[in-house]
Every structure is written in C-alpha cells, then in structure tokens.
C-alpha cells in the first residue's frame, strides 16, 4: 500500500472512531483504565526525564554563556524558554511516542491476531469506537497536565543542578525564570501538546488495528507504529511552530 | 432456521467460497465439515457478517441479510453466539467481565441480574468458581467453555462455533459437542459448527455439510456418511485407519 492509500485509511478510520459511545457507564470505564494506562503509568518516567533533562539544559546553558557581560540572569531565562517551549512538549511527547504507542499497537493489534475485534463487532459493538475513542480522549485529556508537570519539573531541575555544581546563583536563576513572561509560549505548547497526544493515540492504533499475521506481525507493527508516530510527531512540531510562532 | 442461497467469497483473485447453498434447521447441530483450507471459516465468518459475500444471500428466518436496515442489523446481531476458533476472550478481562459483557453493552439489567444470569450460564457449562480468574489462567477446554457460556449468555437464536474441540483431548472435545448439543436442543437455537474432527461427526452429526474446495461436495446425516458412495466423503473419512474399519463394520452390520 503506497502512502496515500494509508492516510485515506486513517481518516477512514477516525471517521469510525468518533462515533456516540454505545453504552457511557462502559465507556467511562474504559476511559478510566486508559487514563491509568496512558497517563499515570508514565508519570514515572517523565518525571525522571524531565528533571534531569532540564538539569542538563541548565547546565550546558551556563557553561556556553561564561561572558561576563552577559546578565546572570540569563541562564535561568534560557533554560525556561527552551524546556517550555521544545524540551517538555516535544522531547516527552517523543518517549510517549516509544513507550505508549508500543503499547497501543501490541494490545490492539493482539486483538486483532486473537479475534477479539471479531469477537467485538459480532456481538454489534463499534470495535474502533470502543477501543480507540477512550485511548484518544485520556491521552488528549491527561497529557497537557503530564507536561506541564515536565515543565515544571525541568525548570526545578535546572535550579537543582545550578546550586549543587555552584554554577550559577539560585537566585539568579529564579530571577531569569521569571523574566519575560508570555502567555502565549503556553498556549504554543499546550497546542502542540494537544496534537501530540491525538498522534500518540491514533497513529498507534492504527497499526494495530488493521494488523494481518500472528504475533510477529504484531511485533513488527510496534517497531512501525513507533518510527511513524515520531517522525508524524518531529513533521507536526515543525508546521505547529511556522504557524503559530512566526 | 438459517438458508444460504448460492455464496461467492473470494479475497483477491482468490475464490474461497464458490457457490454454496445449504439450509440449516434450528434444534439442530448441524456441521460443516472439510478438508484444511476448504473454506469452512470463511463460510462461517460470511454467515455472521464478518466477510461480505461478493454474491448469494443469507436469510435467517425470512430476514435476508442483504436487505438488512441498520437497526435490523443491530437487532441481527444480538441473535449471534459465537464461539472463534481460538475463544477470542478478552484478555484483560477476568471470566465473569467476559460473560457479562455483551449483558452491560446491550440490556438494561441492573447488576445483581446481570451477575445472576452470568452465573447461570457459566454454571450450564459446569464452569463454577473460575469466576475471577483471566482466561490465561484457564486450561484451553475452560476458555472454550467461556466463550460458549459468553455465546450464549445473550440467549442467542443462531450459535456458530468454528472448530469447538480442536487442541482438546478426545474426553474433553465430546463433552464440549455434548454441550452443544444439549444447549442446541434445549433452546432450540439454529446452530453451525465446524469442524474436522470425525469424532464429532458420529457423536453430534445431526445434519452435515461436506465442503470441498469452495463448494458443497455433499450433505446428509452422520448415518449416511458412512454409506454413500461419494468419493469426496468417502475418501475424507477413509483418510483415518480407525475410520476405515468403522465403516466396514457398520456396512457388514446394516448388510
Ligand atoms: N482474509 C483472508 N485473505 C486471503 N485469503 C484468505 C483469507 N481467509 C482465508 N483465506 C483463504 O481461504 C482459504 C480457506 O480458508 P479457511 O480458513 O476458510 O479454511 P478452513 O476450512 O477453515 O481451514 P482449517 O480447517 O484449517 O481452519 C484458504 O486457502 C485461505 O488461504
Ligand atoms: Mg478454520
């Protein structure tokens, strides 16, 4: 199948998905357990990531800007900037992009392989509506809060690894973090976030779902299903920021 | 009672199915039976609307499937069990979510109902306190139960079962044909079955269909597979050593 032929069969796909839920008290359920799946498993990791990313970015900022006319200041205004506006929506949105789209694929495509999805769409159920639509509302509803985290995070960091290493002054720091605050840059990641999270769910879900073979089909969609939900990721952030930053 | 009038499948250039007619009465087992690859799934998954059929129609009781409205089709469908080939539980979910859940999809039961209906199917199919196990935790005779106890936990009138008993032993593949049979008769559902397991033939045959490479080589009952001269069937049957003298047993008997 060529490109084309791909993308008109995810639109397709999504014209299925966004579908009224059959039954909301079971669709709520399902919401619920991939908010956990999605979302509060990967709390964890972005985290971790986030915290010493943003110490990393603190820290390469000071040592590239030793200038001493350059205000102090600046470290802390250049690490915000760039954790906001790259760093935490782009770079997380690319783990989740590994960690949770190789979920996605591997359990729906498992499905696929093992008849469940038949055995969903005999008893009349929307199988799309049903596995996918839950998976795209929890990652567009939780993930914002997950970056912001990660926003936050990376900024605490870079604080972290300034006073420990001595590199430069807490204060300045927080002085610079403040420094020229606009809301707009938010909204820019926020935005970016969002889209992000709708790719995170469905690029995935596509690969599973329209899996032919056993379990190494099943394989081979996750590896897929990774490599295109970045690369759609990476294309996405480059249009988002000629469009809402220029 | 289910009729198929002339039913064309085929993926591709590939024909499957090519031209199958077949009625199917209910309170019956009636099986499908034929060699690997002759088409008996797709046969069954076109009877239950999973493949669309190029040609040929399905009617179900005077309902034709292909003048079906939506609503027809929604309603269709909670007339269906159906048991795949390899269970399709739900993994995720424990035997009891898997039961209910076509109950909480499609009636308004509350939720004792719910779990009182789902432990009296789990119980007709002698399937007690599994209740919170997942099916990984089940021998495979246990999870084909699950899906025959989810089949027909809706009170289906068509049950379709794609080879019950394959990868069970020989005692645990009749007591899964028994059950339904016994379920069949007691409901009066209309019930297909694959299979290739000779076994089931003598134990549950009460109407079978004999395919061959996408069409109907042969229909008759358990009794007259081992008489006729048909050398399709024939040949099928003579495939198994044990069979072979099974037959000319029964023919010097009946002489
Ligand atoms: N989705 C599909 N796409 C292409 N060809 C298919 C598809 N499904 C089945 N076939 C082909 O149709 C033929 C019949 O397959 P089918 O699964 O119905 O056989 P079967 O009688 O059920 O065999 P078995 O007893 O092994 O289950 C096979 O040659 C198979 O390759
Ligand atoms: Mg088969």
């Known amino acids: ?246 | 009672m289910i009729e198929v009038k002339d039913l064309h499948k085929g993926f591709g250039d590939v024909k499957v199915l090519k031209g199958i007619s077949a009625t199917f009465h209910p309170g019956k087992t009636n099986l499908i039976i034929g060699q690997s690859g002759s088409g008996k799934t797709v046969f069954l998954k076109s009877l239950i609307g999973l493949h669309t059929p190029e040609k040929g129609t399905i009617s179900f009781d005077g309902r034709i499937n292909t003048q079906f409205t939506q609503d027809q089709k929604q309603q269709w469908r909670q007339e269906i069990g159906m048991v795949f080939q390899g269970s399709a539980l739900f993994d995720s979910q424990t035997v009891e979510d898997n039961v209910m859940f076509p109950l909480k999809m499609f009636t308004t039961k509350s939720e004792d109902e719910m779990l009182e209906r789902v432990n009296f199917v789990l119980n007709r199919v002698n399937l007690e306190n599994s209740n919170k196990k997942l099916p990984a935790e089940l021998s495979g005779g246990m999870q084909k139960r699950v899906a025959i106890a989810r089949a027909i936990v809706m009170n289906p009138k068509y049950l379709f079962c794609d080879e019950p008993n394959s990868g069970l032993d020989p005692r645990t593949a009749i007591v899964i044909d028994n059950l339904i049979q016994e379920i069949t008769d007691e409901y009066k559902i209309t019930t297909v079955i694959n299979t290739h397991d000779m076994n089931s033939v003598m134990e549950i045959g009460e109407k079978i269909v004999f395919l061959e490479n996408g069409k109907k080589a042969w229909e008759g009952t358990s009794d007259d597979m081992f008489k006729t001269d048909n050398e399709a069937v024939v040949s099928f049957v003579y495939s198994s050593n044990l069979f072979k003298k099974v037959r000319e047993a029964y023919l010097r008997e009946t002489k």
């Open chain 1, 1 to 246: 199948m060529n490109y084309i032929e791909h993308i008109g069969k995810y639109f397709l796909m999504l014209s299925r998905v966004f579908r009224k839920p059959q039954r909301s008290k079971v669709f709520y359920q399902a919401f619920m357990k991939e908010v956990e799946d999605l979302g509060l498993k990967s709390l964890g990791i972005i985290m971790f990531i986030s915290f010493f990313i943003g110490g990393v970015i603190a820290l390469q900022t000071a040592l590239n800007l030793d200038n001493p006319f350059i205000p102090k200041s600046l470290v802390g205004f250049a690490a915000k900037r760039s954790i906001i506006l790259e760093f935490a929506p782009t770079f997380c949105s690319i783990i989740l992009a590994g960690k949770v789209g190789s979920y996605i694929t591997s359990s729906i495509g498992t499905m696929r392989v093992t008849e469940q999805i038949d055995a969903l769409e005999v008893m009349g159920i929307n199988s799309l509506n049903h596995l996918v639509l839950p998976k795209i509302l929890a990652a567009v509803f939780f993930y914002p809060f997950l970056i912001s985290l990660g926003m936050f995070l990376g900024i605490f960091g870079g604080w972290t690894a300034g006073v420990l290493s001595g590199l430069f002054n807490g204060l300045d720091y927080i002085e610079g973090i403040q420094l020229d605050f606009k809301p707009f840059l938010l909204f820019y990641a926020i935005v970016k976030t969002l889209v992000f999270a709708f790719l995170i769910a469905t690029v995935p879900s596509y690969h599973g779902y329209y899996v032919k073979g056993g379990s190494i089909a099943v394989g081979r969609a996750s590896t897929q299903s990774v490599v295109w939900t970045t690369i759609l990721i990476v294309i996405a952030n480059y249009f988002l920021t000629q469009m809402l930053l220029t």
